[in-house]
């Protein structure tokens, strides 16, 4: 039986851990090729680990293992050029491009007036202008494929106001804004254009030693174990549980870019154990 999206290929940014690795082989599962890239390296005003040349490596393995050809670059989306030059590569490889997912996203915390000038530009950049540059890069493709999709990850944050992450709340608004002027844009080239707006994810954006300092200021370091965050961060949700998982936001991601999304375009779809509703 044939795969949800067999036969296409998927470009993926944030792909090396995490939600884009998840991303990558949810669709290589149902069938599609995937160009992967993310940085592969630090940034000044990130407080946690990034991703690594190797975290990069265990994705094409995974991929691979489905039987599913990848092509990984380590690219930064601050970089439209490099950008540019990733999606072409791939897709002289591997023939053609039919889905992208700009999931690349990075978070700091901060009340606004004590935030540092260079926290704000790298979130905004990283969060908005690489969804922009991806969406960018890849449009001519997809419109010479006859059509596709593109899932942009924002956030609930990105639906609601929320303190202490006011770069990151404005930055999860802005792609809202992007994906619905694109999903207008695009709609005659047969190009859909949605976000998913997951709420806690069980990624290493949540899991450090910084979010578990944000979200428990009042414990000790060593008291912050992710059996006592489970408690804080469920208190996120009105379903019962501490985090989702990645493949529950690919499920959604692989749904839009499916046919049976077919003719969902411009909507800003919550994957949030009912965050919203608290």
């Not at 969804?131 to 890849?138: D, G, M, V």
């Not at 806690?200 to 899991?207: A, E, G, K």
């Not at 936001?249 to 077919?262: K, T």
Request: charged share 20%; aromatic share 6%.
């Amino acid at each position: 039986m044939a795969g949800r999206v067999q036969g296409k290929v998927a470009f993926i940014t944030g792909a090396a851990r995490g939600q884009g690795r998840s991303h990558a082989v949810r669709l290589a599962e149902e069938g599609a090729d995937i160009i992967a890239i993310d940085i592969c390296g630090p940034m000044d005003s990130v407080d946690y680990p990034l991703a690594t040349p190797e975290d990069l490596a265990e994705t094409v393995r995974l991929v691979e293992a489905l039987g599913q050809r990848i092509v990984a670059i380590e690219a930064d989306v601050r970089d439209y050029k490099a950008v540019e030059m990733a999606v072409n590569e791939g897709v002289s490889q591997l023939g053609r491009l039919d889905i992208v997912a700009a999931n690349s996203g990075i978070f700091s915390a901060a009340r606004m007036e004590n935030l540092e000038e260079n926290a704000w530009r790298e979130i905004i950049d990283v969060n908005l202008t690489g969804a922009w540059h991806t969406a960018k890069a890849t449009i001519p493709h997809l419109r010479e494929a006859g059509g596709g999709a593109i899932v942009i990850t924002s956030s609930v944050a990105g639906l609601r106001g929320a303190q202490n992450a006011g770069a990151y709340v404005a930055s999860k608004h802005g792609v809202v804004g992007l994906m619905r002027s694109l999903a207008l844009e695009l709609a005659q080239d047969h190009i859909r254009v949605n976000t998913v707006h997951p709420a806690m994810t069980d990624t290493p954006i949540i899991h450090n030693p910084y979010m578990y300092e944000v979200y428990a200021p009042d414990l000790k370091p060593e008291e912050r174990t992710k059996e006592t965050m489970a408690g804080r961060f469920a208190m996120s949700h009105a379903l019962p549980l501490p985090w989702l998982d990645s493949v529950d936001i690919s499920n959604a991601v692989l749904f839009l870019a499916s046919d049976e999304g077919r003719y969902v375009t411009g909507i800003a779809m919550p994957v949030d154990a009912g965050c919203m509703l608290q």
